[in-house]
């Protein structure tokens, strides 16, 4: 197992014990036009747990490995194991049964905590986002001038990711997929850091950002991980090109006042009055 794995599990164990989330990453979800959404896939996902499946239930009781000492929850090495094999496989390429092998779990038991790879993968995305969120959120409110703090949120957003290290291509990849499991996650999060970044815009004084123009940012820093993610996918990411990306992108938020000073209805292009 790769130590960046081992640390982002480690440093997201709240989530493996089913914990709950930050009172930050509530507040931010509350306010996001996507809460309900968010909300009842969470509901949805908490009651099919307690529903072992027929196929589980018949299965045999636990191996002699999977006795606890006390040492590590089987929730977490579960997916400490999908880490392995996700980073390796890719999450199509993943089944329960190789998840099994390397958590070393029965199906009955990873029944009893998950109900599919799916399940798992969404947790690890909701973990991943947490991180984000709350590592950004850090670096944001840190003494300083505005400028520095823009830089050191970029900064920490990037070294989560490559804490994660092949998990942060899979998930950065898998939640565009067709028909992804983790689409409501996904937009939950968008929403979430929308709501992050025009909070911080507000606590400088400043007046509150077009949505559209911040949820148009936010997707673009998203496409950017993407990009790093699948133009490397060893993880080994060029930082700084991707912070220097990130930087212009946000930075585009403080120019939206002269943006409308230069373009008035009157001298809107033909092309764009069409």
Request: hydrophobic share 45%; charged share 25%; no cysteine.
């Amino acid at each position: 197992m790769r130590e960046g794995y081992v640390l982002f599990l480690e440093q997201n164990a709240r989530f493996a014990g089913r914990s709950p989330r930050s009172q930050g990453f509530e507040r931010l979800r509350r306010h996001s036009v996507n809460s309900l959404v968010y909300s009842g896939a969470m509901k949805a996902r908490a009651a099919a747990r307690e529903r072992v499946p027929h196929s589980a239930a018949a299965a045999t009781g636990p191996r002699a490995s999977e006795i606890q000492d006390g040492s590590e929850p089987v929730r977490l090495r579960i997916l400490r194991g999908a880490v392995q094999v996700f980073g390796r496989l890719g999450f199509g390429g993943t089944s329960v049964e190789a998840i099994l092998a390397t958590a070393g779990v029965s199906r009955r038991t990873f029944y009893k905590e998950f109900r599919s790879k799916e399940d798992v993968l969404r947790v690890l995305f909701e973990s991943s986002v947490q991180r984000l969120i709350d590592a950004v959120q850090v670096a944001s409110t840190s003494p300083g001038p505005a400028h520095d703090r823009l830089v050191a949120s970029i900064e920490a957003y990037l070294a989560v990711h490559s804490k994660a290290g092949a998990l942060a291509r899979v998930l950065l990849l898998e939640q565009f997929s067709p028909g992804s499991p983790l689409a409501a996650q996904r937009d939950a999060a968008m929403a979430a850091f929308s709501a992050l970044i025009t909070a911080a815009i507000e606590r400088e004084g400043r007046a509150r950002p077009d949505p559209i123009l911040v949820h148009g940012v936010v997707a673009a820093v998203n496409q950017i991980a993407v990009h790093m993610a699948a133009e490397y996918p060893d993880g080994n990411w060029d930082v700084e090109r991707a912070k220097r990306a990130m930087l212009r992108l946000l930075l585009a938020l403080d120019d939206q006042g002269d943006v409308n000073e230069r373009v008035r209805p009157s001298e809107t292009p033909p092309l764009a009055r069409s």
